[in-house]
């Protein structure tokens, strides 16, 4: 398993928060030196619903983000992650102009599959927004 470190890693972290679709919600890494502690995206744009709360397709894609850089870290350099299962549970609305923080935690890595627990709170506080359980499968790059 990879360090997670290096220049490969940050590179690897860097594509990710490329993907089109992420990047036009405007997550930012909670920890630059640690991508692993998440990111955090504001409810704004392309992630409001016509009623002025967040969107839970937007909230989805950054749940992925967040389980992706919390598994990174254990790739080697031959390896991507990719999901095979996510399952969201959706707590409370998160009002626009606010800002939500998402964390992955990895609670398993064996050689083919990675397990990540994924939360979602309202910036700057302990209100869980959403969960969400993702499945990586470990595949060659």
Excluded at 40 to 63: C, D, E, K, M, N
Excluded at 88 to 114: D, N, Y
């Amino acid at each position: 398993m990879g360090s997670g470190m290096g220049s490969a890693f940050q590179d690897r972290v860097g594509a990710a928060l490329e993907v089109n679709l992420q990047r036009s919600l405007n997550p930012e890494l909670v920890d630059l030196a640690d991508p692993a502690a998440g990111v955090r995206f504001p409810v704004r744009g392309l992630a409001v619903t016509p009623f002025g709360t967040l969107h839970a397709g937007a909230l989805g894609a950054i749940i992925e983000l967040a389980a992706y850089l919390a598994v990174a870290p254990t790739l080697a350099a031959d390896e991507h992650a990719v999901t095979t299962s996510i399952a969201t549970q959706f707590v409370r609305a998160a009002p626009a102009e606010h800002w939500v923080t998402v964390r992955g935690e990895l609670t398993r890595r064996a050689r083919r599959i990675a397990f990540v627990v994924v939360t979602a709170t309202l910036d700057g506080t302990d209100q869980v927004i959403a969960t969400g359980q993702v499945t990586k499968s470990v595949v060659s790059a």
